[in-house]
């Protein structure tokens, strides 16, 4: 490979650190779901089974052969995205897991984007009127927001909006777009108080740090318009720490999700993967798990790129990048 | 808007918190400013000149509130709309600031930050086209030739370039009033004088007000018409430039010229004011200037004196000028006139020498270069002997003075340390003791080279104790402090209770605990305001005739190198260009970057004026 662009050098080396990554993990998932007593022909045929029957089923699954061949078949499948069967369901995993995907990724990013408008706007605001009543209520409901656990909020709404006044349903996916919709009003708002809190205060103390700085004040001496100085001046250098939160709080929320998936009864990735894990499914399992990893790699992929975008000081010299 | 009448402040006072526990930062502060006219407003750190500066243009800080009368052509500023205020910003009054590596939007090109205010005829935005011509023209009205700059981010830019791109920024919009804020201070040696002829020129060329707000009165002499002269928040002086070099009316201005080091000439003693400037909130009731001030009588301390006008344009607010006016003008003469002090020329025997050094620094990231921070660079320091090393920020200055103490191990070449070869090989624990009683340093800031946890005494004690006697730690501790000019109960003082030049004291104090003969002493007082650098040069040079020390004394500053060296190196890009007595090296420069560096210091080829070539005798 020859790249000569510093940043397609970086973006290139990048790729590559993540696939190593990615097949690390797997071959971590795949070994613990192994190497752990009592596999999967137990739950396959039942408490009853015998030991002929529980033979045949380790024998047609193929969990008899050595472990590095049945990872090797895993993988010559998973590139192929084939994940075989869900063991419980019978189902494709990955039809199971398209499925999924159509509850938590709006659920997900609906909430993120949420996050991302509401607590750069309100933080920056509260910048702007440090000290201030705003301010103080802001943080207040920040400091609130960031100490309750996701489910323990979902507990609250769902008790507050779904029973006591019934505006929103309180359980289940729903059916077609506008019935899911309004099934997961309350879960969004569930996750984005969570996140919202966190990316108030770190945008409310960095544009408060960088409203001190001279370039601003020089902008506000030459008399630039309010919008330049808010937008370039601003928040074009506080970028960097609020685009690492954002990553920060984009991967905070799959976990969080799990939770406010479970609480308000949908059936999203979150669910299918707690409940394959009580079931021992393990192609759901690793399917699972290979999806999350792969997010991770690319949430942080996405963040470093993106500070190339904002920073041309990090452009100019990218091995000084967070690698 | 008429602009023909210029700016007039009156009465102008800046204060921070709220009444009753408000604390006057500036107070009554009045000046004008004619169309066209330079003045400057001279002032140490803590008169509160930035800050009115500030007041003036509605960019205080949150905290601070700003009262009095703003007048700017037939506008009372303090009267208008926020709004409409905030219009004349940029387009009327425009304003430089200090430090050109904060002073623009990092992460904006050069290009961008010149043209985003700028409108066509119909009040819309220029398109890409014009904004291109536009900004290369603006770099080219402050002398940046090369169009590729307009592509160019602020730190891929030098000090200079990045100052003269923030000058072209406050001028984009053609304004009247132009207002800097010490706009050479952060600068390389060789740059402020070309920003000081940048505005000037454009000064001239564009009809343009000047402001300049400076703590050097050199460089107000040598740019503007009028000068004000602020001390603790109060202007305490007003007068044409020219008559205030020749006849200052005002003890404190005085004091400044004098504690001025002369760059053409070697002075007996440089004249210092006692104390340092109090802070807002600790400033005395009557004159601010009483407690320092050696011509103070009871009567100064009672009230504050007016600002009188004692000749039309020149006014002080001391209340004695008319007994102590003459005795003013005398010292100032004296000063002008004072003989020239020849150094001791002698051969001392060799204490440190490098030669041949080559020091290379490793390339920083996968994609930099290596940096040679020196290359075979001869150097020797004799015993007893004080010798300067100047050259501009990247010539190598600090890394050879690094070197000296250990800090720093040079790539190549040789160094010896009182017969000690130290470069290129490891050093047994002994030669390392030795070097470290031979040389030690004193570094330029001394606010972050004193740890701020400890006490006085428990910092220069634990030097001590490095020097291996416990005994008698603190009778040696109360000696070091009388050696720098401090009093013993300073021993139990932190750091943040002292003024910059008592903690200047202090680090040299550390740095004399071991008995050096040879105190590095890296730009020690370029951190400090004149009154107080006079007053360090001379504990400098006392501390050098009671101990025979040697200096090695590195620094951007030829005047500093004239009062305090015998001889001086001058390093460029890592090499020596030019070495030789001190006197010889700056009266008549043999290298063309010394003569660059000579030429750049401001009003150094104007001599004093006396009072009979203004014909005011």
Aim: with cysteine.
């Amino acid at each position: 490979m020859t790249f000569r662009h510093p940043v397609l050098q970086f973006t290139a080396r990048r790729l590559l650190a993540a696939a190593l990554v990615v097949l690390a993990v797997s071959a971590l998932t795949f070994s613990f779901i192994h190497l752990a007593p009592g596999g999967p022909e137990q739950t396959i045929a039942g408490r009853f089974a015998t030991p002929e029957q529980l033979e045949g089923i380790r024998d047609s699954y193929g969990l008899d052969d050595p472990l590095p061949a049945q990872y090797a078949d895993y993988l010559v499948h998973a590139v192929r995205l084939d994940f075989g069967n869900s063991i419980s369901t019978r189902e494709p995993v990955v039809t199971a897991m398209q499925d999924r995907l159509g509850v938590t990724a709006p659920l997900i990013l609906g909430s993120f984007v949420l996050i991302c408008i509401l607590g750069t706007g309100l933080g920056t605001l509260a910048a702007y009127r440090k000290g201030s009543g705003l301010d103080r209520f802001l943080v207040g409901v920040a400091v609130t927001g960031a100490s309750a656990p996701a489910f323990a909020t979902a507990i609250i709404l769902v008790f507050v909006f779904g029973v006591q006044l019934g505006w929103f349903p309180t359980f289940g996916d729903g059916e077609g777009l506008a019935d899911r919709a309004r099934h997961l009003v309350l879960p969004v708002i569930a996750l984005t108080l969570v996140g919202v809190a966190s990316m108030l205060k770190i945008t409310r103390a960095r544009v408060a740090q960088v409203l001190q700085e001279d370039h601003v004040t020089f902008a506000r001496a030459r008399g630039l318009r309010p919008s330049y100085i808010v937008g370039r001046s601003v928040l074009r250098n506080a970028g960097i720490q609020v685009v690492t939160q954002s990553g920060v709080i984009l991967l905070a929320l799959v976990a969080g999700g799990v939770l406010v998936e479970v609480t308000f009864g949908l059936n999203g990735v979150g669910a299918l993967f707690i409940k394959a894990i009580e079931a021992r499914d393990i192609p759901v399992i690793q399917a699972v798990s290979l999806l999350i990893t792969l997010f991770i790699v690319l949430v942080n992929l996405a963040v470093d790129l993106l500070y190339f975008a904002l920073d041309p000081r990090v452009r100019a010299q990218p091995a000084g990048a967070r690698a | 808007m008429d602009i023909t009448g210029g700016l007039h402040v009156r009465g102008l006072n800046v204060t921070a918190g709220e009444p009753p526990a408000a604390v006057a930062i500036a107070s009554g502060i009045t000046f004008d400013v004619r169309p066209g006219e330079a003045i400057a407003i001279v002032g140490e750190s803590g008169s509160g000149k930035s800050l009115t500066a500030k007041a003036v243009l509605d960019l205080l800080p949150g905290n601070l509130r700003a009262g009095g009368e703003i007048v700017y052509g037939d506008h009372d500023l303090g009267q208008l709309p926020a709004r409409e205020r905030r219009r004349l910003l940029g387009r009327e009054l425009a304003l430089v600031m200090q430090d050109p590596f904060t002073m623009l939007n990092p992460v904006e090109r050069v290009g961008a930050q010149i043209t985003e205010p700028l409108e066509d005829e119909h009040g819309r935005r220029l398109d890409r086209a014009r904004r291109r011509q536009e900004a290369e023209q603006r770099l080219r009205e402050v002398g940046i030739t090369d169009p590729a700059v307009v592509e160019r981010y602020p730190f891929e830019l030098s000090g200079g370039m990045r100052q003269r791109v923030g000058i072209a920024c406050a001028i984009a919009q053609r304004p009247h009033l132009l207002i800097a804020d010490e706009p050479t201070t952060a600068l390389d040696v060789t740059t402020p004088h070309e920003i000081l002829e940048l505005l000037g020129g454009l000064r001239r060329t564009r009809d343009m007000a000047l402001v300049l707000i400076t703590h050097d009165l050199r460089v107000a002499f040598s740019v503007c018409d009028r000068v004000y002269v602020m001390y603790a928040g109060s202007v305490v002086e007003a007068a044409p430039a020219g008559e205030l070099s020749a006849a200052p009316r005002h003890p404190y201005s005085l004091g400044l010229l004098l504690a001025d080091p002369p760059v053409d000439r070697r002075v007996e003693r440089l004249v210092g004011i006692l104390g340092s400037v109090p802070v807002p909130g600790g400033r005395p009731t009557g004159c601010p200037f009483a407690p320092r001030c050696t011509f103070a009588q009871p009567a100064c301390v009672s009230a504050l004196p007016e600002l009188v006008e004692i000749a039309p344009g020149h006014a002080t607010r001391c209340r004695r000028i008319d007994e102590i006016g003459d005795e003013l003008a005398r010292r100032r003469r004296e000063q002008a006139a004072s003989a020239v002090i020849a150094p001791a020329d002698v051969a001392p025997a060799p204490l440190v020498a490098a030669s041949g050094v080559r020091k290379v620094f490793a390339a920083r990231g996968r994609h930099g270069l290596p940096t040679v921070a020196l290359d075979g660079v001869d150097v020797h320091v004799g015993e007893g002997e004080s010798v300067g090393l100047v050259g501009e920020s990247g010539s190598g200055k600090t890394t050879l003075g690094r070197i000296f103490v250990g800090l720093e191990h040079a790539s190549a070449g040789s160094v010896a340390i009182d017969g000690v070869e130290v470069a290129g090989r490891r050093l047994t624990r002994a030669d390392r003791e030795a070097v470290r009683r031979t040389v030690q340093m004193a570094f330029q800031d001394p606010y972050s080279s004193l740890n701020p946890a400890r006490t006085v005494g428990a910092t220069i004690a634990e030097a001590v104790r490095l020097a291996g006697n416990d005994a008698d730690l603190e009778r040696k501790v109360t000696a070091l402090l009388e050696r720098v000019g401090l009093p013993a109960h300073y021993a139990r003082r932190r750091p943040a209770e002292l003024s910059g030049g008592e903690r200047q004291r202090v680090a040299i104090a550390r740095s004399l605990a071991r008995g050096p003969r040879l105190v590095v002493c890296d730009e020690v007082v370029s951190a400090l305001d004149v009154s107080v650098q006079a007053q360090i040069l001379n504990l400098l040079r006392d501390l050098r005739e009671e101990l025979g020390l040697a200096y090695l004394f590195i620094t951007h500053d030829l005047a500093v190198v004239r009062q305090v060296t015998d001889r001086v190196y001058v390093l460029c890009r890592g090499e020596v260009v030019e070495e030789g007595p001190t006197a010889r090296v700056l009266d008549d420069p043999l290298h063309e970057y010394t003569q660059r560096l000579v030429a750049s210091v401001p009003g150094a080829t104007e001599p004093v004026p006396l009072l009979e070539d203004l014909g005011l005798t």
